[in-house]
């Protein structure tokens, strides 16, 4: 598994979440973003290449789940 080089990573929120905590960070590494708990920043993260995450973003937008998510 490879494991990517977060060194300098700047993690990102949404302004619409931080009023109650619950949210994510995002940050853009080289070829991918990756997305963490913003409060728990030293727990585990996902990553996505780029084009997922924007079909992702769409969908959600859409409000569509990806055929993955369908049971």
């Given at each position: ?15 619409h ?11 853009r ?11 728990n ?7 996505f ?22 049971g």
């Open positions: 598994m490879n494991v990517p080089d977060l060194s300098c990573a700047v993690w990102r929120t949404s302004k979440s931080q009023q109650n905590g619950e949210c994510v960070a995002v940050a590494i080289p070829g991918s973003l990756a997305v963490r708990d913003s409060k920043p030293a727990g585990p993260l996902l990553t290449a780029l084009a997922d995450w924007q079909h992702l973003v769409q969908q959600i937008k859409d409000d569509q789940h990806p055929p993955s998510w369908r």
